[in-house]
């Protein structure tokens, strides 16, 4: 079983990806629980603490 996984996709298009500095998460280090087949970011959680993070709008997008 993997952890954070909720829909009935198949194991090969689960990935864990790190973003160093994502804009969208006050510049920290993060990692997306995300089904690649369905698209869907099952949860975001903080690098170090592995902490969920909630979605915010990077300045850089405000700006524009």
């Known amino acids: ?3 954070h996984k909720k829909c009935n996709c198949d ?3 689960w990935e864990e990806i ?3 500095q994502d ?3 006050q510049n920290k280090n993060v990692v997306y629980h995300h089904c690649s ?3 869907v970011d099952f949860r975001v959680e903080e690098f ?3 902490q ?3 979605f915010t ?3 850089e997008e405000m700006n524009n």
Do not use: L
Request: with cysteine; charged share 35%.
């Open 52 to 54: 969920e993070v909630i």
């Open 48 to 50: 170090e603490t592995k």
């Open 11 to 13: 194991e090969e298009y």
């Open 1 to 3: 079983m993997i952890k």
């Open 37 to 39: 087949y369905c698209g």
């Open 18 to 20: 790190v973003v160093q």
């Open 23 to 25: 804009p969208h998460y």
């Open 57 to 59: 709008e990077a300045k």
